[in-house]
Structure formats: C-alpha cells, structure tokens
C-alpha cells in the first residue's frame, strides 16, 4: 500500500501561487509515476500534470500548462505542484496519484492504483 496525503491547499488571489505538496509512505516512493488531478464541484475529474519515476519525463494539462510545474524529490518521497497565474478556474479539490506505470497517470487514470484525499484549492476573483 501507498499512502499519500497532500497538503498547502487554501484560499489565492487569482493571479496569485500556490504550491501543493504531496508526501508518500508505504513504499518505494521511486518506484512510482506520480501525478495530480483536479475536480471541481459538479465537473469531471481532471489530469494536471504527471512526473515520471525519476523525475526526468512531465506531462501537463492543457489547462494548466504554462503556468503550473510538476517535481518529485525521491529523498523525500515527495511531489510538488506549483501553480502560478492562477484564475478562479483553478478551483477545485486536488489529488495526488501513484501508479507505477506513468502511461497509465497519463492516459488512463480510472486504472491508477493509489489516491489521496485530496487538498482543496479556491481562488478568488
């Protein structure tokens, strides 16, 4: 088992940052593709960014890409989501998710194996 527990969700300014975090326990932290995704109240679950085992390889929403960055520090068995720019848009509850299999962050998200609760972020207009 793998847990995640994600943090540094609150309230921005639009046009504001934030940097979300998401610490993992459990196992091999670097044996695990990590991404985040996003639902807003009433809307789909949505893929923002994933980052591959070793950090080498990231992939972002159409979204978000341009104003969001995606890193993993493996000492830490930690992911980052930073966001800037960000728009009230952006609101909604954020997850983090381990797959082993990055393809699978990517592309098929209904097949990752471990979820976290989730953080929530609200921008505000």
């Known amino acids: 088992q793998v847990q995640l527990v994600e943090s540094g969700g609150g309230l921005v300014q639009a046009g504001g940052s934030l940097r979300l975090s998401c610490a993992a326990s459990g196992r091999t932290f670097s044996d695990y593709a990590m991404g985040w995704f996003r639902q807003a109240p009433g809307k789909e679950r949505e893929f923002v960014a994933a980052?591959?085992?070793?950090?080498?390889?990231?992939y972002y929403g159409d979204s978000v890409k341009g104003r969001t960055t995606i890193s993993r520090d493996n000492a830490k068995n930690t992911v980052y989501l930073q966001m800037n720019s960000l728009k009230p848009e952006d609101t909604a509850r954020y997850y983090c998710?381990?797959?082993?299999?990055?393809?699978?962050?990517?592309?098929?998200?209904?097949?990752?194996?471990?979820w976290g609760k989730g953080t929530l972020v609200t921008v505000s207009s």
């Open positions: 998710a381990a797959d082993p299999i990055l393809t699978t962050v990517v592309n098929s998200p209904r097949g990752i194996n471990y």
């Open positions: 980052v591959s085992r070793g950090g080498g390889l990231t």
